[in-house]
């Protein structure tokens, strides 16, 4: 089994900075990627940005050159710097654990834009 913490959502207002982390813990041998997804209210789950097992990263075109995610992998853990962030960037935003067999996925993080 794998548990997911995510931490660092919150309230900011336009062009301000967030940065998300999500620890991984269990049997987390042989992941494939990590990543982030964000839902919005009556939206669809999408993939905000995931960096692959060597290193490779992936990036939605409204978040990219504002948004960087990278991982540690001594400490089991992916970050998601998000800058100059807008209102449409509201969401919760949910970390996922690709493995060959399955995903597994975090409670979510409030992370809402707002003046």
């Known amino acids: 089994q794998v548990q997911l913490v995510e931490s660092g959502g919150g309230l900011v207002q336009p062009g301000g900075s967030l940065r998300l982390s999500c620890v991984a813990s269990?049997?987390?041998?042989?992941?494939?990627?990590m990543g982030w997804y964000r839902q919005a209210p009556g939206k669809q789950r999408e993939l905000v940005a995931a960096?692959?097992?060597?290193?490779?990263?992936n990036y939605a075109s409204s978040v990219k050159g504002r948004f960087t995610i990278s991982r540690d992998n001594a400490k089991n853990t992916v970050y998601l710097q998000m800058d100059s962030l807008k209102p449409d960037d509201t969401a919760v935003y949910y970390c996922?654990?690709?493995?060959?067999?399955?995903?597994?996925w975090g409670q979510g993080t409030q992370v809402t834009v707002s003046s």
């Open positions: 269990g049997s987390i041998s042989g992941i494939n990627a």
């Open positions: 960096v692959l097992g060597g290193g490779s990263t």
């Open positions: 996922n654990v690709e493995f060959p067999w399955r995903n597994y």
